[in-house]
């Protein structure tokens, strides 16, 4: 009789011992995803529950240093000019604005809005006298930023050229 008793015992405790180490305890609190939660960005994690910051935009691929080869041509005196110059573009404002500091060898910063591969800037104000304007286009095909400005400045220049990181 203490044999079976013991047993009982030995048995009720196994069956306690691997009924318990075999329970999990389930989480109630669902796992953190750390990701890029803006679906107007290049890399939108739809799993994320939680923004890194990783998020990047079409305009950042714009962002850097250029050195550029332009053409300027003067169509009020029909003169023709070329230069090589170091042209930066930052961010802007939001997720699509981009600001061209020092373009076309002008101590001035031309903004500009990016779509895709493509950047537009519009008429404003720009640096010189005679109430200079500025706008135009900038295309990004790879690592090669092409544009075309016109700049109003006393007389009306059409300023195209190439620029690589």
Do not use: E
């Not at 679906?39 to 850097?64: E, H, I, M, W």
């Not at 550029?68 to 041509?73: E, F, G, P, S």
């Not at 404002?93 to 950047?119: E, P, Y």
Request: glycine letters at 8%; a neutral charge.
């Amino acid at each position: 009789m203490k044999n079976l008793a013991f047993i009982s015992i030995i048995s009720i405790a196994v069956f306690f011992t691997v009924s318990v180490l075999s329970c999990s305890k389930k989480s109630d609190t669902p796992a953190v995803v750390k990701g890029c939660m803006d679906k107007n960005s290049l890399n939108y994690n739809a799993n994320a529950t939680q923004d890194d910051g990783s998020c990047t935009y079409p305009r950042d691929k714009f962002v850097g240093t250029w050195t550029i080869k332009d053409t300027t041509i003067d169509f009020t005196n029909s003169g023709t000019a070329y230069q090589t110059y170091i042209l930066t573009i930052q961010k802007g404002s939001g997720t699509t604005g981009i600001n061209l500091i020092n373009f076309s060898n002008w101590n001035d910063t031309l903004k500009a809005t990016v779509s895709g591969t493509s950047a537009s800037i519009p008429t404003q104000a720009a640096f010189g006298t005679c109430s200079p304007t500025a706008n135009g286009y900038i295309t990004l095909t790879g690592t090669t930023l092409l544009f075309d400005v016109t700049w109003v400045n006393c007389d009306f220049y059409d300023i195209s050229g190439t620029g690589t990181h």
